[in-house]
């Protein structure tokens, strides 16, 4: 599996979402799974699968599907 499929799957499984609906303007409370807690889900599940430890600013600042790629991408992971 490479990278994006994994960080794909991270958002189909923490939001409970079809593939079909991981597009350029998905983002934080876009929809109802997206929210707090969701958003704290989906880090620890990308942290686990990245095997990463994000800091609190990029958690707060990981906004949007694409915002996330430019947060991991500071980590030499690119999707």
């Known amino acids: 599996m490479d990278n ?7 958002f189909i499984e923490s939001f409970g979402i079809n593939h079909d609906d ?3 303007e998905l983002q934080y409370n876009s929809i109802p799974a997206w929210d ?10 990308l942290e686990d699968k990245f095997e990463i430890m994000l800091e ?12 996330g790629k430019e947060i991991l991408a500071i980590y030499k992971i690119e999707i």
């Open 4 to 10: 994006k499929e994994k960080y794909d799957k991270v």
């Open 22 to 24: 991981l597009t350029e």
């Open 36 to 45: 707090s807690v969701g958003h704290m889900s989906m880090i620890a599940e």
């Open 56 to 67: 609190m600013d990029e958690i707060i600042d990981f906004s949007s599907y694409n915002k």
